[in-house]
């Protein structure tokens, strides 16, 4: 069974930098069709996509973060890796990781497997 | 793409037929998932490619549609039911949710 776990601090200071690991286990990160997502759901409001990052290498960031998101993979760790620079008091949220897989139908794509999530603070 | 919602939340009985609509702005094709969320905890995938149901979730939840509008049907509603339910369109990037419906038991 896939299981996901993210991680990192929880109160980040304001213009300094958000570092999350998601943790994957019951399985390896670069298994064929395998992809990894982000998301992120500030405090009693909805979900945003953040990002994801396929098999292929390839990422795709939401525009919404102004170029500030990186999501990479240590395939040494079976972790994907999430950091978001210059985070100011809108990017206080819980972080989910999630795992991307791909349909039958060309790209099709769905989040079928989270992790708990991980509040994540930004305050001074 | 906005995806909207509607209802933003509604209030059933136990055994009721509950159905929400998600309504893109602009055509998705059947590039669309539905998710459940309890409070407090992460959303689960329920139904992806707007009707394909995902795999141990209940026959109770159905997904119809395709283009721009779409529903998700509870055919007999349960007390573990209650839950924010959320829908997602990865047609193209940013993908995006829907605000969410509140279900709500009377």
């Known amino acids: 069974q896939l299981q996901l776990q993210e991680s990192g601090p929880g109160l980040v200071k304001p213009s300094e930098t958000l570092s999350l690991i998601c943790s994957v286990s019951?399985?390896?990160?670069?298994?064929?069709?395998?992809?990894w997502g982000w998301i992120r759901q500030p405090p009693g409001k909805g979900l945003e996509w953040i990002g994801s990052?396929?098999?292929?290498?390839?990422?795709y960031y939401n525009p919404s973060l102004n170029n500030r998101v990186t999501i990479s993979e240590d395939t040494s760790k079976n972790q994907v890796s999430l950091r978001v620079s210059s985070v100011t008091a809108a990017d206080t949220a819980v972080y989910y990781c999630?795992?991307?897989?791909?349909?039958?139908?060309?790209?099709?794509?769905?989040?079928?497997?989270w992790g708990q999530g991980t509040l994540v603070t930004v305050s001074a | 793409i906005q995806m909207t919602q509607s209802p933003s939340s509604l209030s059933a009985f136990v055994g009721d037929r509950v159905t929400m609509t998600c309504r893109a702005s602009?055509?998705?094709?059947?590039?669309l998932s539905w998710f459940q969320q309890k409070p407090g905890k992460a959303p689960k995938l329920l139904i992806y490619a707007a009707s394909s149901l995902q795999s141990g979730v209940s026959s109770r939840f159905s997904g119809s549609g395709s283009g721009t509008d779409f529903t998700l049907t509870i055919s007999s509603l349960q007390l573990e039911d209650v839950a924010t339910y959320y829908c997602q369109q990865s047609y193209s990037t940013p993908w995006t949710f829907g605000q969410g419906t509140k279900v709500e038991i009377k």
């Open positions: 602009q055509s998705i094709s059947s590039y």
């Open positions: 019951g399985d390896s990160i670069r298994r064929r069709n395998y992809n």
């Open positions: 999630a795992r991307l897989s791909q349909g039958e139908v060309p790209r099709l794509y769905y989040f079928d497997y």
């Open positions: 990052l396929y098999y292929s290498g390839s990422t």
